[in-house]
């Protein structure tokens, strides 16, 4: 899980993670006293989707395309906070088809989450 071929750059890991944990400490029904580390590594992964999209939009729209916004800011935190909506208490995450999705319809019409 840890040692995945492509990391997502720290930034967008960073803000993935923020997004999710200002949404998660203001659950009432979240404790989170689950395997932490092993939910960080998922969110490791989940950051690497963020990545992926990233790429794909640049693919789409050529070498020069910039995201109407900062992309961080616009995506990366905002998915963090979807994630941290959609987590349940036992830290089980939204399945990845449905993040795909999500991050596909912020890619076709962007705004946040």
Request: glycine content about 6%; some cysteine; overall charge negative.
């Amino acid at each position: 899980m840890l040692n995945a071929p492509h990391t997502a750059p720290p930034l967008t890991l960073a803000y993935v993670v923020k997004g999710f944990w200002r949404v998660v400490e203001a659950r009432p029904d979240m404790s989170l006293d689950c395997a932490e580390i092993e939910l960080m590594g998922e969110l490791i992964e989940y950051a690497n989707l963020v990545e992926t999209a990233w790429t794909m939009f640049v693919e789409a729209e050529g070498p020069d395309a910039q995201w109407p916004g900062v992309w961080d800011y616009d995506v990366s935190e905002a998915f963090g906070e979807w994630l941290g909506q959609l987590v349940a208490p036992d830290g089980t995450l939204p399945s990845r088809s449905d993040a795909i999705r999500a991050l596909l319809e912020t890619l076709s019409a962007p705004t946040n989450f």
